[in-house]
């Protein structure tokens, strides 16, 4: 395998799930670029910003640095963020977690895909997790395709299925064409991650500021299609939980990785 002329991206994914929807995120962060013809680590580059972002929400939201950022929790005002100590009441915990999605300032420009699955819905007769990774796959390698980069990917800690999933996609990952075909006549063509490099990572959220961000755009995500469906709680609704997605720059969402409305970057 050749390094792609632009370098190298990591992918943190993490999930957002209930028995009817599961949404999965990823967000890539650069590792390698070329600079005055020299190759250069700029991942640290990046982590030093998270930091930053990560420390305005210590000094703003008044949840300490330590705090493991988790959508579930936060949006349901649990979690005793508030200081570490009390947990945010309802509708401050919402208020907070879209202040939170709304400072950050330090992805690179289409960084963040989601996809969302509804139950019975078939992928190539994959369902749920399989069907949602498997187009979240195919939208990683189209965005490495597009930006000319390889990839590497690292999955929150405690999903082994995910990586199955990451080395069957390695080798065979069935593709559709949005012109309802291949020229060879075939529905499907096998348009594999040959551009990911290594086995499929674990990371523990705790440590990791990139795979909480993850997090917290998934289920952000996660509201806003439950809100489609007319499937989100009556204080959800009332709250109007379903636009702190959209809280989130959308320069940072990849449009792209959708053909249909709306564009913001979560694949229905």
Same mark, same amino acid.
């Given at each position: 395998?050749?390094?792609?002329?632009?370098?190298?991206?990591?992918?943190?994914? +993490?999930?957002?799930? +209930?028995?009817?929807?599961?949404?999965?995120?990823?967000?890539?962060?650069?590792?390698?670029?070329? %600079?005055?013809?020299?190759?250069?680590?700029?991942?640290?580059?990046?982590?030093?910003?998270?930091?930053?972002?990560?420390?305005?929400?210590?000094?703003?939201?008044?949840?300490?640095?330590?705090?493991?950022?988790?959508?579930?929790?936060?949006?349901?005002?649990?979690?005793?963020?508030? %200081?570490?100590?009390?947990?945010?009441?309802?509708?401050?915990?919402?208020?907070?977690?879209?202040?939170?999605?709304?400072?950050?300032?330090?992805?690179?420009?289409?960084?963040?895909?989601?996809? @969302?699955?509804?139950?019975?819905?078939?992928?190539?007769?994959?369902?749920?997790?399989?069907?949602?990774?498997?187009?979240?796959?195919? %939208?990683?390698?189209?965005?490495?395709?597009?930006?000319?980069?390889?990839?590497?990917?690292?999955?929150?800690?405690?999903?082994?299925?995910?990586?199955?999933?990451?080395?069957?996609?390695?080798?065979?990952?069935?593709?559709?064409?949005?012109?309802?075909?291949?020229?060879?006549?075939?529905?499907?063509?096998?348009?594999?991650?040959?551009?990911?490099?290594?086995?499929?990572?674990?990371?523990?959220?705790?440590?990791?500021?990139?795979?909480?961000?993850? +997090?917290?755009?998934?289920?952000?995500?996660?509201?806003?299609?439950?809100?489609?469906?007319?499937?989100?709680?009556?204080?959800?609704?009332?709250?109007? @939980?379903?636009?702190?997605?959209? %809280?989130?720059?959308?320069?940072?969402?990849?449009?792209?990785?959708?053909?249909?409305?709306?564009?913001?970057?979560?694949?229905?």
């Amino acid at each position: 395998m050749e390094l792609e002329k632009n370098g190298l991206d990591i992918f943190y994914i +993490d999930e957002s799930h +209930d028995k009817n929807v599961y949404v999965v995120t990823c967000i890539a962060i650069p590792f390698l670029r070329k %600079r005055d013809k020299n190759w250069h680590i700029v991942w640290g580059e990046f982590f030093k910003n998270a930091k930053s972002w990560r420390k305005r929400v210590e000094n703003e939201c008044k949840i300490p640095f330590h705090k493991e950022l988790h959508g579930t929790k936060l949006a349901a005002g649990r979690g005793n963020f508030n %200081r570490g100590k009390y947990p945010f009441k309802v509708p401050k915990c919402l208020s907070v977690y879209s202040d939170i999605l709304s400072m950050v300032d330090f992805l690179e420009e289409s960084s963040v895909m989601s996809v @969302a699955v509804t139950r019975g819905k078939s992928i190539y007769g994959s369902y749920r997790l399989e069907a949602a990774m498997h187009m979240l796959f195919q %939208r990683m390698r189209r965005q490495c395709q597009s930006k000319k980069v390889n990839g590497i990917v690292f999955f929150d800690q405690g999903h082994p299925e995910y990586r199955k999933m990451y080395r069957k996609a390695q080798v065979h990952l069935p593709t559709g064409s949005q012109y309802g075909g291949w020229h060879n006549g075939s529905n499907t063509r096998n348009l594999p991650l040959d551009m990911f490099t290594k086995d499929g990572n674990e990371k523990d959220s705790k440590n990791c500021l990139f795979t909480q961000l993850a +997090d917290l755009i998934a289920y952000s995500a996660f509201l806003k299609v439950k809100h489609e469906n007319s499937a989100l709680e009556s204080w959800q609704e009332y709250y109007q @939980a379903y636009d702190i997605y959209d %809280r989130l720059n959308p320069a940072y969402v990849n449009t792209k990785a959708q053909n249909c409305w709306p564009k913001d970057g979560i694949v229905r």
